[in-house]
């Protein structure tokens, strides 16, 4: 590991080991975040799968309905039942914090309270199969939008997860290495240098006791 382009002096030293500390504190954080970000993000994928599995699984059933309810309806008949809608719904899209990533929050209103409301028309002219196509999708709908919520999760999780890998990957195999390479590096020059000067002064010192004893003589 290259260490990094510095003065080895006591004050960069100082400045390092400081920055060091700082480093490996972040790291930390950082790997703490990361193995909460894939925790949460296991807990979604797994509820995403058995969403998915049970919407497709009454998407299927549905079809099934509004395919026999054409096959024993008239296309004009079928057309009039499903034309106007006495049932509205509004939807509103928010955000929460989790970790760090804002994740979207889906909130439903509808228009009246009645589970009646989802039917446009009345029950004589139309089949049972129509009904139950129609009351399958309703009863479909909040899972449809749990399901877009949480794989819209999923992805700004896995993003996030990413990104946190990378920046715990940057300090743990260069920056943190980088900065212990340089402090040794440093240390050894500063000792190095300490020992030119104690040696320098001792023959600085053995002359002077030379020149003294001389003079003396």
């Known amino acids: 590991m290259a260490v990094l382009n510095v003065n080895p002096t006591r004050m960069e030293l100082t400045n390092l080991k400081r920055k060091l500390v700082t480093a490996r504190r972040g790291h930390k954080l950082l790997k703490d975040k990361r193995d ?38 008239n296309d004009k008949a079928l057309d009039v039942a499903l034309m106007l809608s006495t049932q509205e719904m509004s939807l509103d899209i928010s955000e929460k914090n989790v970790m760090s990533v804002m994740i979207p929050v889906f909130n439903t209103k509808f228009k009246t309270a009645d589970e009646n409301d989802k039917y446009s028309y009345g029950f004589a002219a139309t089949s049972t199969d129509l009904d139950a196509a129609v009351g399958a999708l309703s009863d479909i709908f909040p899972r449809l939008l749990r399901l877009a919520e949480v794989e819209k999760s999923c ?16 300090l743990e195999h260069v920056m943190i290495p980088q900065y212990e390479e340089t402090i040794k590096y440093i240390t050894m020059k500063l000792d190095e240098s300490e020992r030119s000067t104690t040696t320098r002064l001792m023959k600085v010192k053995d002359m002077m006791l030379e020149q003294a004893h001389h003079y003396n003589n």
């Open 155 to 170: 992805q700004l999780m896995a993003a996030e997860i990413e990104k946190t890998r990378r920046r715990v990957n940057a």
């Open 36 to 73: 909460e970000l894939m925790r949460r993000f296991l807990d979604l994928v797994r509820e995403n799968k058995a969403l998915r599995i049970q919407v497709e699984q009454n998407l299927k059933e549905a079809n099934a309905h509004m395919s026999v309810a054409r096959s024993v309806m």
